[in-house]
């Protein structure tokens, strides 16, 4: 193979933690940089007062529908390729949160009345929703999967909520969430690159 050929295939750039190939490999690939469940936690503490900074900086520099708009894309392009199960940080310590239309098919999953249910599993909150008892949930299985199969709730199903609207209303929600959640630590970290935000 001529020498010139030979250096496109191993042409690689390393730029910022992502690595760039030439142009005869077309798009570019990009490193993964997704934290580890057991990670997350501790680089969520070390940015807290950068990511409280950035959210000031949302509320007062973002258009709340581009800034839907962005979080929904950055959410499906990181789920799409992580696996939950592997992780479920989120079921080892939040609380899930029902409404009482939710309860019944989850109670009739678990194969049981959704009194029963309630007694069993939930609190009942002020305003009649009801959150689980435990952390980790008493759904949650060794392999990650979840008990409640399909019938699992909206506040489960939807976590972190970044594929919602009006998040320029939640976003201390959001940073919140961060120490928990890699996929929505990663994508924080993306907007901050999109909008050029800087902390010092």
């Known amino acids: 193979m001529p020498i010139s050929i030979h250096v496109m295939f191993i042409n690689y750039f390393y730029i910022n933690k992502h690595i760039v190939s030439c142009p005869f490999f077309g798009s570019a690939h990009k490193e993964s940089t997704m934290l580890k469940p057991h990670e997350v936690l501790f680089k969520?503490?070390?940015?807290?007062?950068?990511?409280?900074a950035f959210r000031s900086y949302l509320k007062t520099h973002a258009d709340p529908d581009e800034l839907d708009s962005q979080f929904l894309r950055l959410h499906k392009e990181l789920f799409s390729h992580y696996d939950c199960n592997a992780c479920r940080n989120c079921c080892r310590e939040c609380s899930a949160t029902f409404s009482e239309t939710e309860i019944?098919?989850?109670?009739?999953q678990c194969g049981m009345t959704p009194e029963a249910f309630k007694t069993t599993y939930l609190h009942q909150n002020q305003d009649d929703t009801y959150d689980t008892l435990h952390q980790p949930c008493d759904f949650l299985q060794k392999d990650g999967s979840c008990l409640l199969g399909d019938h699992k709730p909206a506040s489960c199903?939807?976590?972190?909520?970044?594929?919602?609207?009006?998040?320029i209303l939640s976003l201390l929600q959001i940073v919140q969430n961060a120490s928990v959640c890699p996929v929505l630590f990663e994508i924080l970290e993306r907007l901050k690159a999109e909008y050029g935000f800087r902390y010092h």
């Open 157 to 167: 199903t939807d976590f972190p909520f970044t594929s919602r609207p009006g998040r």
């Open 44 to 52: 969520a503490s070390q940015k807290e007062e950068e990511n409280l």
């Open 104 to 108: 019944p098919l989850s109670a009739r």
